[in-house]
């Protein structure tokens, strides 16, 4: 029998969090409940439950500290697919959790001008700083902490490919709505014939997965000369670091990056050619590359649902929990759905028909749609701050350019979304953030945000 806590500071929980909900502990008990008799749970939890508090209060109870064997065990790790909804948990919990981020944002120490990605230790180079490198560090600290939150794509990485972040006691997937796109995006691979063109290739164009077909014929033709290829040049690296070379040269860089990249492309395809029911090939762009994923999360559920003691999948957005469960291979798993802490009274959806919003629409139709959205703003929300979902920057600037509130509205571009969201939530009442992407993670808490709009339907 756990001991449930009566207050957040029972646990060491930060003293802004005085108290815990009802409706928190209540959903704390029927999870330590159903994880008695299954290892995954579903939870659809709508937004203001307060899953970040529910999350840690969760983190105390299932899981011990994080041990400092060789692999760490116990702990709990919470993945999340959005940068602003990462930064919340450490927002609120900035001495209880810790994160790490990925290779492309960090400097290589000793060749500054590469960042961790691109290092020299990636081409078989065993660098002598390694343990003071500030990639290594971050990921270690969060690898060892009883709490980590990941972004969610990171996660996957990392599982796969280093084996980092397993055996926890507990495994959080926030918004885990998103989690199967996670998995999907990280075995897909993105085929760029220009790539092949370096190599001195020539790609196939078929969409064909047979085994009699024009890709298998390709790599039974070629893989093996790829492969080594890659091996020599690997050497001829290796030779250059040895030698005393703090960076590889920009020329066997990038051919090593292609061979890699397409000696990794040979390896999915053979997968893919000998099931092929379960994998999609298919163009992107007008360039001719092309994408190879599995067709369902649930094929590679082995990278990602492993070492694991239990895993919690949570969402507000959960249609079907039976979808939910099948792609992503849950054979067994119990679903917990909690209710909403707002009274329907108070959170009403209005629909106001204007126009057709497509990419047909005119300068007349934006025109009216923008009048139309000025007058609900005066009528209804002038002098209380809200939020406008536009989907697109494009849809974003004609809304800015036409209404009459311009003045009172901010906005960002892809680089300081989190500091605008900042900023806005400082702001006086009366603001309004437009954004095409503050959706999913975003906390604008009471008179933070007291209405949204959403002129476009995504």
């Known amino acids: 029998m756990i001991d449930m806590p009566t207050l957040p500071s029972d646990i060491d929980l930060p003293e802004k969090f005085t108290s815990f909900r009802s409706a928190q502990i209540a959903a704390a008990m029927r999870i330590l409940h159903a994880f008695e008799t299954t290892d995954n749970v579903i939870l659809q939890a709508p937004p203001g439950v307060g899953k970040t508090l529910l999350s840690l209060l969760l983190a105390r109870l299932v899981s ?82 009883d709490v980590a939150v990941l972004n969610t794509a990171y996660y996957v990485f990392e599982k796969a490919f280093t084996k980092q972040f397993a055996d926890h006691d507990l495994t959080i997937f926030d918004e885990a709505h998103e989690l199967e796109g996670a998995i999907l995006n990280f075995a897909g691979k993105w ?121 919690l999948f949570m969402s507000g957005t959960i249609l079907s929990p039976e979808f939910l469960a099948f792609s992503l291979g849950l054979d067994d798993w119990k679903y917990i759905e909690l209710g909403s802490d707002f009274p329907a009274a108070q959170r009403p959806l209005h629909y106001v028909p204007t126009v057709k919003m497509s990419a047909s629409a005119t300068s007349d139709d934006l025109d009216h749609l923008v009048s139309v959205m000025d007058a609900i703003i005066k009528a209804r929300h002038l002098g209380q701050k809200g939020i406008i979902h536009t989907v697109s920057y494009k849809l974003r600037d004609e809304i800015m350019a036409r209404s009459k509130w311009a003045a009172l509205m901010v906005t960002h571009n892809n680089v300081d979304r989190i500091a605008t969201l900042e900023k806005f939530r400082e702001m006086p009442e009366g603001y309004i953030l437009v954004s095409p992407s503050m959706t999913t993670g975003v906390d604008l808490p009471a008179d933070q945000c007291r209405w949204q709009m959403i002129p476009k339907m995504p």
């Not at 500054?112 to 081409?123: M, Q, Y």
């Not at 080594?228 to 050497?235: A, G, R, T």
């Not at 061979?259 to 992107?284: C, E, M, R």
Request: aromatic share 10%; net charge negative.
């Open 191 to 311: 085929i760029n014939p220009r790539a092949f063109d370096r190599l001195g290739y020539s790609m196939p164009r078929s969409r064909e997965l047979r085994e009699d077909g024009p890709w298998a014929e390709f790599w039974e033709d070629n893989l093996g000369d790829l492969k080594h290829d890659l091996y020599l040049l690997q050497k001829d690296v290796q030779a250059q670091l040895e030698a005393g070379a703090v960076s590889v040269d920009p020329r066997s860089a990038g051919r090593l990056r292609d061979l890699k990249n397409v000696v990794d492309i040979g390896h999915t395809f053979d997968q893919a050619i000998q099931d092929p029911a379960h994998w999609l090939l298919s163009p992107v762009g007008s360039e001719g590359a092309m994408q190879l994923r599995s067709a369902w999360g649930y094929t590679q559920k082995g990278v990602v649902f492993s070492g694991e003691s239990k895993r």
């Open 64 to 145: 011990d500290p994080r041990t400092g064997g060789k692999p760490p065990s116990g702990g709990t790790v919470i993945t999340t697919v959005t940068k602003l909804l990462q930064q919340q948990y450490l927002d609120d919990f900035p001495d209880h959790v810790f994160t790490a981020t990925g290779r492309d944002n960090w400097p290589c120490i000793i060749d500054p001008g590469n960042t961790a990605a691109n290092a020299p230790c990636n081409h078989g180079w065993n660098c002598p700083v390694k343990k003071s490198c500030d990639y290594f560090t971050q990921r270690d600290t969060a690898n060892f902490a």
